[in-house]
């Protein structure tokens, strides 16, 4: 297995895969939980971003385009089963990326899951990536994502934040076209408390693809998923199965 991919749970003869992306800043390691708890029909391959973990001493690449180039030949080579991909915030667009890269090669992924992210053509004026340390941290900590209590040791954010910055550009800079549309069904999830993506953005997404399109919310906030692991668990594999 490549640096870039992790399999917490090892299920050869599962008959789906799911691939996920993580989040600005975050790592494979936050898929874990969905691992465990999906069923062993599914096997689930989390994607690891240089700058993060093991990975620490790499470069981040900063560039959503850049980072698809380069993990989407690993995961067209998992695609001799029914392959679903899902991806949190920053992971929603690398995972459309991915996407319309396997498409082109004729091997169209069976879903998307784009989770907490506004649809790919929507411009943004946020700049978190050109804060100070200081007020960087205090944007990652106002989103309360996994851990984010962490950066109050000077140590530990001095070895997150570059990994946060550099992701946080690449979320900030990416915008494709509005006619980058896909075949494949997209499924958008979002928190309704969500200020990063609410409902009426989520449904944004349906006009980037040709096939089904749904939007469907949870109760929380930009990481709601860590509340609802077993009922996107379900609906993962209720998708993979219908599709």
């Not at 169209?108 to 941290?137: D, K, M, Q």
């Not at 996994?146 to 990994?163: F, I, N, T, V």
Request: proline content about 7%; some cysteine; aromatic content about 6%.
């Amino acid at each position: 297995m490549d640096l870039w991919l992790r399999r917490y749970h090892e299920r050869p003869d599962a008959d789906h895969v799911v691939v996920c992306f993580p989040h600005a800043g975050g790592s494979a390691n936050h898929y874990r939980p969905m691992s465990e708890t999906l069923p062993t029909s599914v096997e689930l391959i989390a994607v690891q971003y240089p700058g993060r973990q093991d990975r620490l001493r790499e470069p981040v690449i900063p560039d959503v385009v850049a980072v698809a180039d380069l993990v989407a030949p690993l995961v067209a080579a998992l695609a001799d089963r029914p392959l679903a991909l899902f991806g949190h915030s920053m992971g929603a667009s690398v995972a459309f990326e991915v996407a319309r890269r396997l498409e082109r090669d004729g091997r169209s992924p069976a879903t998307l899951f784009v989770s907490a992210r506004r649809p790919p053509s929507h411009t943004t004026t946020r700049r978190n990536h050109l804060l100070s340390e200081a007020e960087l941290i205090t944007a990652v900590k106002a989103l309360g994502g996994p851990g984010s209590a962490l950066l109050d040791d000077p140590e530990l954010a001095g070895l997150a934040l570059p990994a946060i910055r550099g992701d946080f550009r690449a979320a900030e800079t990416y915008l494709a076209s509005p006619d980058a549309v896909l075949t494949c069904p997209i499924h958008a999830l979002t928190g309704d408390t969500d200020t990063e993506a609410d409902l009426d953005e989520a449904r944004g997404w349906a006009v980037h693809t040709t096939g089904e399109f749904t939007a469907q919310e949870f109760t929380g906030g930009h990481f709601y998923l860590d509340q609802h692991i077993p009922a996107i668990a379900e609906l993962i594999t209720g998708r993979l199965v219908t599709a």
